[in-house]
């Protein structure tokens, strides 16, 4: 006959052939035996307590707050994909209101310049706009994480 022990110190399980006493070796019960010679890579733990501990699984994030997450990442990539500054916008806009402002080096638009950075601005932002709102209701009523995720980078691919 084999007796199984486990080491309550050692915190492992063994066998032996011959009965073992002292406070170093506690006997496994008959339904412990079985399911340690079922479950052999099971912990010294999940033997005593007869149960296999499940894999640790993150929680998933609530589907509308995931949404909202997302909805707020696209805004702000929608913001930053505009290249021109608040500087360049604010020198462009004094120049084609008749007025200047100076910058590092007194810089100045010509009318010229400052139409095409008020153009590039204006494009970039219509562009910018049109992605959010095309995407932000399709990310609102998406209905899982995996369709959200889709839906979001073919928005960033577009940007």
């Not at 733990?45 to 589907?63: A, H, M, R, S």
Request: charged residues 20%; aromatic residues 14%; proline residues 5%.
């Amino acid at each position: 006959m084999t007796y199984y022990y486990y080491i309550v110190r050692g915190k492992k399980i063994e066998r032996f052939i011959t009965p073992m006493y002292g406070s170093w070796f506690e006997e496994l019960t008959t339904e412990q035996r079985e399911f340690y010679l079922a479950n052999p890579n099971a912990t010294v733990q999940e033997v005593i307590n007869c149960q296999l501990t499940p894999p640790y699984v993150p929680p998933t994030p609530d589907v509308q707050e995931y949404a909202a997450q997302k909805v707020k990442e696209l805004h702000d990539a929608c913001y930053a994909s505009i290249s021109v500054t608040d500087l360049e916008y604010a020198m462009a806009n004094a120049c084609l209101a008749g007025t200047s402002i100076a910058y590092s080096g007194d810089k100045y638009y010509t009318t010229i310049q400052a139409i095409a950075v008020m153009k590039t601005f204006m494009d970039e932002s219509t562009h910018a706009i049109t992605i959010y709102d095309t995407y932000k209701p399709q990310i609102e009523a998406a209905s899982t994480i995996e369709d959200i995720d889709n839906i979001y980078n073919t928005a960033i691919g577009q940007l």
